[in-house]
């Protein structure tokens, strides 16, 4: 693959993510992906082998971004665990509510993501959860959260919460508003968790 050249693969990323979320991954075509992206259908190959490739990269992108952005949020003392939940769910839904396309592919594109990267999910995702668990634990040695909340389940109940909340968002974006979802689960998470 060449290395990136201006600003192509972007181009090209951000057209997949507005493609699949439209057409769906299994019947979005290169073609098409190229024509939005104004490159021809050859150099998206120059940049991706092949579709799996780039639903690979779209995955890997949201996760690195959303672990690096947590890392800032995670490493500030002047924040206590519950403003750290806080932040963390907020950073969450900004992504998805700055980009409703990658939310949608996001929600309908898993099954098709476990399918091709089998057990190499995204290494930043799985970064991402053990970031988030270690503030839970913070939590529950500063005495804020139950100290019987089993972290690994917990870590899984709250990302399928998210993907279930997004796949009816998705469905009906105006009976359910990201804004009331974010709210509802904040208010959820935070009364759930604390003592």
């Known amino acids: 693959m060449r290395v990136k050249e201006g600003n ?40 991706f082998k092949n579709k799996d490739d780039i639903l690979i990269k779209i995955y890997n992108t949201l996760w690195e971004k959303l672990y690096s952005e947590l890392i800032a949020i995670t490493g500030n003392e002047a924040l206590s665990p519950i403003e750290k939940v806080d932040a963390m769910i907020d950073l969450i839904f900004d992504m998805f509510t700055e980009n ?56 899984h109940f709250i990302f399928g919460s998210i993907r279930n909340l997004l796949h009816q968002w998705a469905m009906t974006p105006s009976k359910l508003p990201l804004s009331k979802i974010r709210q509802n689960f904040k208010f959820l998470i935070k009364h759930g968790i604390m003592k």
């Open 8 to 47: 192509k693969e972007r181009d090209i990323l951000e057209a997949a993510v507005d493609i699949f979320a439209r057409h769906g991954f299994h019947k979005a075509k290169i073609s098409q992906i190229a024509d939005q992206a104004g490159v021809a259908t050859g150099s998206v190959y120059l940049y």
């Open 100 to 155: 409703p396309s990658v939310a949608i592919v996001f929600v309908n594109e898993q099954e098709s993501m476990n399918r091709i990267s089998g057990d190499k999910y995204s290494l930043y995702y799985e970064k991402f959860l053990d970031e988030g668990e270690k503030v839970i634990k913070e939590g529950i040695k500063a005495g804020f959260f139950n100290k019987n909340i089993d972290l690994k389940i917990f870590r």
